[in-house]
């Protein structure tokens, strides 16, 4: 395997540790929020990643150990989604679906059980933030001038 992709978040926590996580326990490469993925002629993933600050591309290289595949989570702007047809949704019913035990994916990857069922991180508190202030209305591009002169945000 020389490449697993995840889903950037999670619907339980919403926390995007998955992908980071695996990485960790098989010491592998990884890249996070991928918009777009190449493969390289060496073996390499570059990936261009969505951050605050604009775009940023990562150069993941092959390591050259199937027990460290590259791991990329994707962001939405990766895909562009194909909706299936009804014959091929009829098809798709009749297909077998493979089964895998915890127990085998754990042993595959060379782990054991307890590190993959044991939680590593801990919820220590859930707030609300503070409820904002309430804003002001203005007339005119003036008087909004005005205020922001007033609290000293523009000169």
């Known amino acids: 395997v020389d490449l697993v992709l995840l889903g950037k978040q999670s619907i339980d926590s919403d926390c995007g540790q998955t992908g980071p996580l ?25 990936v261009e990643r ?42 798709a019913k009749k297909k077998p679906v493979q089964t895998i035990s915890l127990e085998d994916m754990v042993t595959e990857l060379g782990l054991e059980l307890d590190d993959v069922c044991n939680p590593r991180n801990e919820v220590v508190e859930v707030y609300e933030p503070p409820p904002r202030k309430e804003g002001e209305t203005v007339e005119s591009v003036d008087a909004l001038l005005g205020k922001l002169k007033e609290k000293g945000l523009i000169a």
Do not use: H, S, V, W
Request: glycine letters at 4%.
């Open 22 to 46: 695996l990485a960790g326990f098989l010491d592998a490469p990884q890249a996070t929020f991928a918009a777009k993925i190449e493969r390289d002629a060496d073996g390499a993933f570059t």
């Open 50 to 91: 969505e951050t605050d600050a604009g775009t940023e591309t990562i150069k993941l290289n092959p390591t050259n150990n199937p027990q460290q595949p590259a791991i990329i989570t994707c962001d939405l702007r990766l895909n562009t989604p194909r909706y299936p047809t009804m014959p091929n949704i009829m098809k």
